[in-house]
């Protein structure tokens, strides 16, 4: 064969099979580019408006270039003192503890549902589904979590309630039997691996992506929650962030909307407070350390992507 005639193979084999163009390539990444600054735009016109004063909102309205740059809605929050700070470390003592207790609870679940010859696999699984259509109730649930297990003013009153979330399971069982060969599981047995050695020391290493994503959504939901702080807890020193945070906003908007049934010098201090730059300081104080976790899980979850486009 002459070499004139390898040529063509050889460009053939050298070409990537998902190549594109130059000119298409650059398009794509404009593409995303521009979506990627549309996810991020509205994060960084809310800390805008958190740094502008409550005059120039009232002014022009929120805008990307406020009239008058102010702390002051910050400076508010900081009033708080002690207890912010002690808020703080109550929503990152929860939100931490909270998902590695449900994280496990949610992988000893999902892994017995998981497995075929598990006998009591079918009543379970209908036990687990059956909570995601119907709930006792808040009447029900505050009577059995404050009177019976005495979650009051305590931790345990912020954690134990959310623990188990059914649909994680479902979603854990799920990526299970997606991922996990039951080959694998025979020929640790035939070895004489006992359950929780093939568990913690041949399952979950390989099954990273899926607890990453399961940790994830119980780490956020787990940060966002007030509504439980608010059922079952009255001491300070065990209010969380969130909690804290919305009943400031609340003081501030009923100060304001009845400022007028005070005296005059009191109701123009008052009709200053920072209301709408409050709120977005919020959020802002808020967001940013759970937006801080999302690092630490996107190897994972785009590991977990990798291995499902591989497996399709």
């Not at 802002?284 to 291995?307: E, K, M």
């Amino acid at each position: 064969m002459s070499k004139n005639s390898t040529l063509p193979a050889t460009r053939i084999s050298n070409k990537r099979l998902n190549a594109v163009s130059i000119p298409a390539e650059i398009i794509i990444n404009i593409i995303l580019g521009l979506f990627c600054l549309l996810c991020v735009i509205p994060f960084i016109f809310v800390a805008i408006i958190s740094l502008s004063s409550e005059s120039s909102i009232r002014e022009v309205g929120f805008s990307f270039l406020p009239a008058q740059w102010s702390l002051e809605a910050y400076q508010y929050v900081i009033k708080l003192g002690d207890q912010l700070w002690r808020s703080y470390f109550n929503s990152f003592f929860i939100t931490i503890l909270g998902t590695i207790i449900s994280v496990l609870m949610c992988i000893l679940y999902s892994y017995a549902l998981f497995r075929k010859d598990f006998k009591y696999r079918k009543f379970f699984t209908f036990f687990c589904f059956f909570t995601i259509l119907f709930g006792g109730g808040l009447t029900p649930t505050y009577m059995v979590c404050k009177n019976m297990l005495g979650l009051s003013d305590n931790y345990a009153a912020l954690i134990v309630p959310m623990l188990v979330n059914p649909f994680n399971i479902i979603v854990m069982r799920t990526f299970f039997q997606s991922s996990v060969p039951v080959e694998l599981i025979e020929a640790a047995a035939i070895d004489g691996s006992a359950e929780y050695n093939t568990l913690f020391r041949i399952i979950v290493p390989i099954s990273k992506p899926g607890i990453a994503t399961i940790a994830l959504l119980n780490a956020l939901a787990f940060w966002n929650e007030w509504f439980i702080a608010m059922l079952y807890v009255r001491d300070a020193k065990f209010i969380p962030l969130q909690y804290l945070l919305m009943k400031q906003q609340n003081q501030v908007d009923f100060l304001v909307k009845n400022s007028s049934m005070i005296g005059v010098e009191a109701a123009k201090i008052m009709s200053d407070l920072p209301q709408e730059s409050l709120r977005m300081a919020l959020v802002v104080l808020i967001v940013i350390p759970i937006a801080c976790a999302y690092p630490f899980f996107q190897r994972y979850i785009i590991s977990g992507l990798t291995i499902g486009s591989v497996k399709g």
